[in-house]
């Protein structure tokens, strides 16, 4: 009986699941985002409970502004798009350069990262780098192409959210197996992000140019980096490349917007 219903049902699932990113790429993702809401926040709570937060009044008033103007500067850039309604912003004590946000509108940043973004502006291109993955449900997408036909039932109501694996949801959503260890995106989807981040820095009033600045210090930082053709994420270089080919339009932009403020 379930698998007839699904028969039926399967070519209107995927017809309503084919949608666009706010860069016009197609992609299917069909998992519901009151779902994807809900599991993020499961997520970002044990990450709360496992991680300590720090408690830095300068790094976290520095964190907190650049994020204001990234999520304002996306709200504005990309209007159509399903934004958060509220987003909350925590800075862990982690040593690992990394940043992460999550569907629903959490945004985690490692006091780590604030030794390779020196600047609020490096600092608001990888804030703008993960919005973006937000912004285009990237995770959604990822989560759908991982549980392959479970995804698809689950949207049916035929699969319980309870079965949905736990591996599966925290590599959708970037993260490890221990909370708060960011994994690479697709490369397609990591070069989206770049480009979706690059327009919001810039919509921001931070100067883009900042962006390619953070990766030649993540390069350094990084040491040695696989082939580009062995790994998902991008090689430094070609996303450097990509930036620096995106850099007339975004440059346009920044030169149209209020400067961001946020060195204080």
């Not at 990450?47 to 964190?63: E, G």
């Not at 987003?87 to 982690?94: C, L, N, R």
């Not at 479970?150 to 736990?166: C, I, M, N, R, T």
């Not at 490890?176 to 820095?201: K, N, Y």
């Amino acid at each position: 009986m379930r698998l007839r219903c699904l028969h039926y049902l399967l070519p209107l699932v995927l017809l309503a699941g084919c949608e666009e990113t706010p860069t016009g790429r197609s992609q299917l993702a069909l998992v519901p985002e009151a779902l994807m809401a809900r599991m993020s926040e499961d997520a970002f709570d044990q990450m709360r409970q496992r991680q300590p937060v720090s408690r830095d009044a300068t790094i976290n008033r520095r964190v907190q502004c650049v994020a204001r103007e990234v999520v304002a500067a996306a709200e504005a850039r990309y209007p159509d798009a399903d934004l958060p309604e509220a987003w909350e912003v925590v800075v862990f004590e982690d040593p690992s350069p990394n940043a992460f946000a999550l569907p629903g509108g959490r945004i985690g940043v490692h006091t780590g990262l604030l030794r390779v973004a020196e600047t609020p502006a490096q600092l608001a291109a990888v804030i703008g780098h993960e919005v973006g993955h937000v912004l285009a449900d990237h995770g959604n997408e990822r989560l759908t192409q991982q549980l392959g036909i479970k995804a698809v039932l689950l949207v049916v109501g035929l699969f319980s959210e309870g079965e949905l694996a736990q591996e599966s949801l925290m590599q959708a959503l970037g993260l490890g197996a221990q909370l708060g260890i960011t994994l690479p995106f697709s490369r397609t989807h990591e070069e989206e992000a770049d480009l979706m981040g690059l327009a919001i820095m810039a919509q921001a009033g931070f100067d883009p140019r900042q962006s390619v600045a953070l990766w030649r210090n993540m390069a350094q930082a990084g040491g040695g980096q696989p082939p580009e053709f062995l790994s998902t994420h991008p090689a430094h270089g070609s996303r450097i490349e990509a930036l620096q080919q995106a850099m007339e339009g975004a440059m346009a932009t920044y030169r149209t917007a209020t400067p961001a403020d946020c060195a204080g």
